[in-house]
């Protein structure tokens, strides 16, 4: 990729800002996630998401960077760039018009969000030390491979399959990891629980929405048409699931409520996520509309088929709306609108490119997690709380109070 000395202000503007936008998603997240959570874990369930916003700043500092945007390799990159080793802050080596420097920053929100979103599948029941070493080793191991697959020019980028800002990388990735865990741990002892603050699942939800514009517009990395063309996407998606989810919870339980139409937000954001700068604002509105229906069939008819433990419907929400997303972005992909032509655009190729990047995804990450929660347990500690821990809550254990 050839290198560029111009830097535009106004790109470099935007991408600063959606960077901090992106950032502010993982706090957002906190709120959310505790108030869907339980009483007895409501200040451990938003401290978690804060603590990983330290853990996996440090590792993309660290390594993680460079093993997903270091070199060419197929599957990983290398370590050239450890400790932000020969990142210019002043031009670019990747053609764009932002420095490398940003372009890192930005880039760097992703995996903290990502790991954030996991806990929401074990949050009470897992062990805060083997969640910590747990989350060093995927961040390493799962997350940088595959953003340097989709986003570093690698397997699945030369494959042809498109992923605008995460829907395999962030959410397929992250959904599929929780369940992955949550059948490892087991059911929760005391498995029904009802939302404790529902005004926490509004706050949290509006910082993840407000995020979610530079998470997915910042995407385009400059402030241009794109930019323009994926913030108008996530917001009609956003607002059309908010819509279809109503109306099933609706249908399904005679009211529609706060904490549901707000998770109906969030699952059309997912949807859009992967598509925000391929489709057009009429296929954005379709794709919102499905992913309202979809992420309210799977928090309740797959979860309840199946019979797995998903505390806070990561995998329902995040992995099946990313998948679906994925999918629906070889469908509505427009070459007039974003460059690449999708099904309706006359080329088939490209839905089953996205199946494939699916697929592939589904597999690595369910495989990798096993295998680094069976290693965790080996070197660090058992997944598990032990029933009486898990009776007696986190905020009693670790943060010596309980909220009223």
Same mark, same amino acid.
């Given at each position: 990729m050839e290198a560029c000395s111009f830097m535009n202000t106004g790109d470099l503007a935007w991408v600063l800002i959606s960077a901090a936008l992106v950032w502010l998603m993982t706090p957002g997240l906190a709120l959310f996630y505790g108030g869907l959570g339980e009483k007895r874990n409501l200040l451990h369930t938003m401290f978690v998401p804060v603590l990983i916003i330290g853990i996996a700043t440090l590792v993309w500092f660290?390594?993680?960077? /460079?093993?997903? =945007?270091?070199?060419s390799g197929d599957v990983i990159g290398n370590l050239n760039h450890i400790l932000m080793f020969d990142v210019s802050f002043n031009r670019s080596s990747r053609g764009l018009t932002?420095?490398?420097?940003?372009? /890192? &920053? =930005?880039? $760097?929100?992703f995996p903290i969000i990502t790991a954030a979103i996991i806990t929401g599948s074990v949050i009470g029941r897992v062990r805060i030390k083997a969640m910590i070493v747990f989350m060093i080793l995927w961040l390493i191991v799962i997350y940088s491979p595959l953003a340097h697959m989709v986003w570093g020019g690698a397997f699945l980028a030369k494959l042809g399959a498109i992923d605008f800002a995460g829907g395999t990388v962030v959410h397929i990735s992250s959904g599929v990891t929780g369940l992955v865990l +949550?059948?490892? *741990?087991?059911? @929760?002892?005391q498995s029904k629980h009802i939302p404790v603050r529902p005004s926490y699942v509004? *706050?949290?939800?509006a910082l993840l929405w407000v995020g979610w514009f530079g998470f997915n517009s910042g995407s385009a990395l400059a402030a241009? !048409? %794109?930019? #323009? &063309?994926?913030? #108008?996407? %996530?917001w009609l998606a956003s607002a059309a699931a908010v819509l279809t989810w109503a109306l099933a919870e609706y249908y399904l339980h005679q009211r529609a409520t706060l904490t549901g139409i707000t998770s109906g937000g969030v699952a059309g954001l997912v949807a859009i996520t992967p598509a925000a700068g391929f489709v057009a604002p009429w296929a954005a #509105? *379709?794709? !919102? &509309?499905?992913?309202? =229906? #979809? $992420? =309210?069939a799977g928090i309740t008819f797959v979860k309840n088929s199946f019979g797995y433990d998903d %505390?806070?419907?990561a995998f329902g929400i995040h992995g099946i709306g990313g998948a679906v997303g994925a999918l629906l972005t070889g469908v509505f992909a427009d070459k007039q609108i974003g460059g690449v032509a999708g099904l309706i655009s006359g080329d088939a190729s490209l839905l089953w490119k996205q199946l494939v990047a699916i697929l592939f995804t589904v597999v690595f990450a369910a495989v990798g997690t096993f295998i680094l929660a069976k290693i965790t347990e080996i070197i660090a500690?058992? &997944? @598990?709380? %032990?029933?009486?821990?898990? +009776?007696?809550g986190y905020d009693v254990i670790m943060h010596d109070l309980t909220v009223e």
């Amino acid at each position: 990729m050839e290198a560029c000395s111009f830097m535009n202000t106004g790109d470099l503007a935007w991408v600063l800002i959606s960077a901090a936008l992106v950032w502010l998603m993982t706090p957002g997240l906190a709120l959310f996630y505790g108030g869907l959570g339980e009483k007895r874990n409501l200040l451990h369930t938003m401290f978690v998401p804060v603590l990983i916003i330290g853990i996996a700043t440090l590792v993309w500092f660290f390594a993680g960077y /460079s093993l997903a =945007f270091g070199g060419s390799g197929d599957v990983i990159g290398n370590l050239n760039h450890i400790l932000m080793f020969d990142v210019s802050f002043n031009r670019s080596s990747r053609g764009l018009t932002i420095p490398d420097g940003a372009f /890192s &920053l =930005f880039q $760097g929100m992703f995996p903290i969000i990502t790991a954030a979103i996991i806990t929401g599948s074990v949050i009470g029941r897992v062990r805060i030390k083997a969640m910590i070493v747990f989350m060093i080793l995927w961040l390493i191991v799962i997350y940088s491979p595959l953003a340097h697959m989709v986003w570093g020019g690698a397997f699945l980028a030369k494959l042809g399959a498109i992923d605008f800002a995460g829907g395999t990388v962030v959410h397929i990735s992250s959904g599929v990891t929780g369940l992955v865990l +949550a059948l490892m *741990i087991g059911h @929760r002892h005391q498995s029904k629980h009802i939302p404790v603050r529902p005004s926490y699942v509004l *706050i949290g939800g509006a910082l993840l929405w407000v995020g979610w514009f530079g998470f997915n517009s910042g995407s385009a990395l400059a402030a241009n !048409g %794109t930019a #323009v &063309l994926a913030l #108008v996407n %996530t917001w009609l998606a956003s607002a059309a699931a908010v819509l279809t989810w109503a109306l099933a919870e609706y249908y399904l339980h005679q009211r529609a409520t706060l904490t549901g139409i707000t998770s109906g937000g969030v699952a059309g954001l997912v949807a859009i996520t992967p598509a925000a700068g391929f489709v057009a604002p009429w296929a954005a #509105v *379709i794709m !919102g &509309l499905i992913a309202g =229906f #979809v $992420g =309210f069939a799977g928090i309740t008819f797959v979860k309840n088929s199946f019979g797995y433990d998903d %505390t806070l419907d990561a995998f329902g929400i995040h992995g099946i709306g990313g998948a679906v997303g994925a999918l629906l972005t070889g469908v509505f992909a427009d070459k007039q609108i974003g460059g690449v032509a999708g099904l309706i655009s006359g080329d088939a190729s490209l839905l089953w490119k996205q199946l494939v990047a699916i697929l592939f995804t589904v597999v690595f990450a369910a495989v990798g997690t096993f295998i680094l929660a069976k290693i965790t347990e080996i070197i660090a500690a058992p &997944l @598990r709380l %032990t029933p009486e821990e898990e +009776a007696k809550g986190y905020d009693v254990i670790m943060h010596d109070l309980t909220v009223e």
